[in-house]
C-alpha cells in the first residue's frame, strides 16, 4: 500500500504543477557549452567563469588556487547522454580564510519560481569526486535574507553517484523574494571551498540570515589537493516528494532555453572569439551611420552585455570592412530583449562590414 500511496501522491503532484517544464533547471543535462568546452579559472582573481550555459564558478576572496572546467564524456552507465561538468582543482588551496568561498552556482529567474513557494521540491543529481566527504548545497531567495542548506556524502572516491534532497519551499511570506523577469528567483549553490563566514549550523531548514550562507563546517576543501575532480550530470528540480526520471528535452528546446540568458552568432560548437564567417551578420553604411540590425532568436529577460568581433581577425568591439578589407571600430545602438543595431562609423557611404556577436543576459 505505500508504494501505491506514493505513486499516486506523485501523480497529485504531476497533474497540478501550471508550469510548462517539469524540470527547472535549464541545461541539466550539460550538453549545451556556448561559451567554450574548456575553460581556465584563476581563483585568486576573485570572479567567477561561465562554464556549461547558466552553470557559474562563483569565487569571493580566495588567496590561491587555480580550478579547470571542461565538458566531459563521462556518465554514470545508465545513462546516454554524453556529456558531464567535470570541474578540476589544477592548483591547491590548502589553507582556506573565513571570507573564501567557491561554489558552483545556477539562479532560476523570478517568474519560474511562483508555482513553487510553499511546496514540496526535490532536487536531484548525479555526482562523482576524487574527494569523498561531506559537501553541501544552499538555496538563498533573490535579497540572500532566507537560506537553506543541506548536506550530501560522498561515500566512494571516483564514482557516480545519485543525489536527491527533498525540501519545503519557503513560502515567500517574509524575507526579500522576486517573482518578475529578469531578477533572480532562487539560486542553487554546489560548495567545493567555504571559510567559516560562509557556515552555518542550520540544515535542512529556512533560516534568516544576515550574509550568504553555503556550507556547514562539515564541507570538504576539494582544493586540498590537485588530484581532486567534482563531476555533475543530469540536475533536476521538480515538484513533489520523490525524484522522478530525468526529463530530457529536445536539443532545440534545450537550446533555446539557454538562449533567453546567452546568444551568439557563432555556429554551436565554436568559441567566441574564433575566426569564422559561418552566422556572421551584415551590414552597410548608408549616407547616416552604417546599421546591420539582429533580432534575436529568442527574447531577453532585459538587455545585458554585447560583445562584437570581427569574423576575419576575431578581435572584440570590432567589424570588417569588406570594401577595405581592414577591422573598424563597432558602435551598437538599439540593444533591447529583442534585438540590436551594429555600425561602424569610420566606413566610408555604400561599404559593407560583417561581425559575430554575444549577448550576455544573465540575471
Not at 569523498?132 to 560522498?154: K, P, Q
Not at 520523490?242 to 528535452?249: I, L, V
Not at 534545450?254 to 572569439?273: D, F, I, N, V, W
Request: proline share 3%; with cysteine; net charge neutral.
Amino acid at each position: 500500500m505505500a508504494t501505491k500511496f506514493s505513486e499516486q501522491m506523485q501523480k497529485i503532484y504531476a497533474n497540478n504543477i501550471p508550469y510548462v517544464r517539469k524540470n527547472l533547471i535549464i541545461n541539466g543535462a550539460m550538453d549545451i557549452w556556448q561559451r567554450t568546452t574548456a575553460l581556465q579559472s584563476n581563483l585568486s582573481g576573485g570572479t567567477g567563469t561561465w562554464g556549461p550555459d547558466r552553470f557559474n564558478l562563483s569565487v569571493g576572496s580566495v588567496t590561491a588556487g587555480v580550478a579547470s572546467m571542461q565538458r566531459a564524456t563521462s556518465s554514470p552507465s545508465t545513462i546516454f547522454t554524453p556529456y558531464a561538468l567535470r570541474i578540476n582543482c589544477t592548483t591547491a588551496d590548502t589553507s582556506t580564510d573565513a571570507g573564501e568561498q567557491v561554489t558552483l552556482r545556477y539562479r532560476i529567474e523570478g517568474t519560474d519560481i511562483r508555482h513553487m513557494m510553499g511546496k514540496v521540491c526535490t532536487l536531484s543529481f548525479w555526482v562523482r569526486a576524487y574527494l569523498t566527504g561531506t559537501y553541501c548545497i544552499s538555496l538563498s531567495n533573490s535579497g540572500v535574507d532566507r537560506n537553506y542548506v543541506a548536506e550530501y556524502t560522498i561515500t566512494q572516491a571516483d564514482t557516480w553517484q545519485y543525489k536527491t534532497i527533498t525540501f519545503t519551499m519557503h513560502d515567500g511570506l517574509s524575507g526579500t523574494w522576486a517573482y518578475t523577469p529578469d531578477t533572480v528567483g532562487l539560486s542553487i549553490r554546489w560548495a567545493l571551498l567555504t571559510g567559516t563566514t560562509f557556515h552555518t549550523t542550520n540544515t535542512d531548514t529556512w533560516e534568516t540570515i544576515g550574509s550568504a550562507k553555503y556550507a556547514t563546517s562539515n564541507q570538504v576543501n576539494f582544493f586540498s589537493s590537485t588530484n581532486n575532480t567534482f563531476y555533475l550530470k543530469n540536475i533536476q528540480l521538480e515538484l513533489g516528494p520523490q525524484a522522478t526520471e530525468f526529463e530530457g528535452r529536445p536539443m532545440s528546446t534545450e537550446l533555446a532555453l539557454c538562449q533567453r540568458y546567452y546568444e551568439k552568432s557563432y555556429a554551436l560548437e565554436t568559441a567566441p572569439g574564433t575566426v569564422a564567417n559561418s552566422g556572421q551578420g551584415f551590414g552597410i553604411r548608408g549616407n547616416g551611420a552604417g546599421v546591420g540590425y539582429v533580432p534575436f532568436k529568442v527574447s531577453k529577460p532585459a538587455a545585458g552585455t554585447l560583445t562584437i568581433y570581427s569574423p576575419a581577425t576575431g578581435a572584440s568591439t570590432n567589424v570588417r570592412n569588406l570594401n577595405t578589407g581592414t577591422d573598424q571600430a563597432s558602435q551598437t545602438s538599439g540593444y533591447s530583449e529583442y534585438g540590436f543595431n551594429v555600425y561602424s562609423s569610420s566606413a566610408s557611404i555604400s561599404d559593407v562590414f560583417t561581425f559575430q556577436w554575444t549577448s550576455s543576459n544573465e540575471i
